[in-house]
């Protein structure tokens, strides 16, 4: 099970789960293509494997990945 | 023209009383774009000088509140960024003169009160016909024949004199508070220097909250501000979350430069640089995109500044932290939470010098507000 937890627009962090079959990852891999192709900064939590840190590329094995919105100057 | 009711500050005396020891003010600024150049923003701020708030008291309706208004155009709101607001606020809305105006308002309660019980004592008895057993008819009896002509020449004038007084107290104290607001405002929006933005941000919503006391603005579902509050709090590392509880802010160590960074509650103008020494140095301005609840723009804060801080620095914009309204400004970082964060930073390789040539400077030819770009 692949977990996406998006930040979106006044409504906190969506979840967003995809199972893990074929179909579960094509279309988690879709929609993180999607995600970071709009801008979106994805990133894992810290975990017992280690610190949070990015993700540029979509990863299976990552089963939690946050997506924040780009950053813009206040 | 579009009005906007953007401006809504509600000064909750029950709170303050709560944490009147600690006589600060926090000031939060939100801020959405889509507010056209040529539209208006009507702004009050309302006194409520009840000291409960919509409970005990009764319904808000019921309540004494007193507002000021104050219509101004978006284009003169430059100051809006200066923080001068901030420190405006703070001469404009101390606590003392909030509790004076509370206090004025009480004495004329009271006083009103004790005038409408003489005057229905005085009404009763004139009012009430009474039988007179010799004559045998009816007849009114006035206030002078039952109650003594000098303790009532006593009570009447004193009292009415107390409550002329008590009234014209307090409209000295709301007049000179609504004088000092409307100048307050005319500073704030007096000058124009929108001029040559062709895409002015504007920020139009400000709320004036007690330290420790931040109620949520009504645009963000609650639930969903809880959801923020849980994933940054389960995001954060144990030293921070202990900091954050503690502090409402907490810092984070800079991923490429080794910077200590101050994350503070709010979502605007909320990361302040601390030197090497604990304290706070500058402030940095960034936030992700989309109206998102506090919570997630805490996290994506932290989250930038540690894997992405290049983009942090490329985008955010600097503030002094101390007109910002930042209270966490003055604080210094404990010394072995110090020694702790510059451990983490220790490895980092960019300088201060590399940091600041990497910040966007104002263009040479830039007219306006500098500090807005």
Known sequence: MLTFKIMTRQHGDQCQNFEANEAGLKAAEDRFRELTGSGFFAWAPASEAGPARQIRKFDAAETNVVFQPQLKGG | ?373
């Open chain 2, 1 to 373: 023209m579009v009005i906007i009711d953007a401006f809504a500050q509600v000064v909750d005396l029950a709170a303050v009383r709560s944490i009147s020891r600690l006589q600060h003010w926090r000031v939060y600024c939100y801020g959405f774009q889509d507010v056209a150049f040529d539209d208006s923003i009507e702004f009050w701020i309302d006194f409520d000088t009840e000291p409960t708030f919509g409970s005990a008291s009764g319904p808000i309706a019921e309540r004494s509140r007193m507002t000021v208004h104050h219509r101004v155009p978006v284009r003169s709101l430059n100051d809006w960024h200066n923080g001068r607001f901030h420190e405006a606020a703070l001469r404009a809305l101390r606590l003392v003169d909030l509790q004076e105006l509370y206090e004025a308002r009480r004495q004329v309660r009271v006083l009103r009160d004790l005038e409408a019980t003489h005057t229905a004592l005085n009404s009763r008895f004139i009012h009430v016909p009474l039988l007179s057993p010799q004559a045998g008819v009816v007849q009114s009896v006035t206030t002078d024949e039952l109650i003594e002509p000098a303790s009532r020449n006593m009570l009447a004038p004193s009292l009415l004199h107390m409550l002329a007084d008590a009234e014209r107290h307090f409209e000295v104290v709301h007049g000179d508070l609504c004088r000092r607001v409307h100048g307050l405002a005319g500073r704030w929006f007096s000058a124009s220097q929108w001029r040559g933005l062709h895409n002015p941000r504007v920020y139009t919503e400000q709320m004036m909250y007690p330290v420790g006391y931040s109620p949520q603005p009504a645009r963000w579902d609650p639930q969903a501000v809880e959801r923020g509050w849980a994933l940054l709090r389960e995001n954060l590392d144990p030293d921070q979350r202990a900091e954050f509880e503690a502090y409402r802010h907490f810092h984070c160590v800079g991923g490429t430069t080794g910077i200590i960074y101050r994350i503070c509650e709010g979502t605007q103008q909320n990361v302040i640089t601390c030197d090497n020494n604990g304290r706070a140095n500058n402030g940095l301005c960034f936030l992700p995109e989309g109206d998102l609840v506090v919570g997630d723009v805490m996290l994506s804060q932290k989250i930038a500044l540690e894997l992405n801080e290049k983009e942090a620095l490329r985008v955010g914009r600097g503030f002094n932290p101390a007109y910002a309204g930042r209270s966490a400004a003055d604080v210094r970082i404990p010394k072995e939470r110090l020694e702790q964060l510059l451990r983490a930073g220790g490895n980092k390789s960019m300088t201060a010098t590399e940091v600041s040539a990497r910040r966007r400077e104002p263009p040479l030819d830039w007219a306006g507000d500098w500090w807005m770009l």
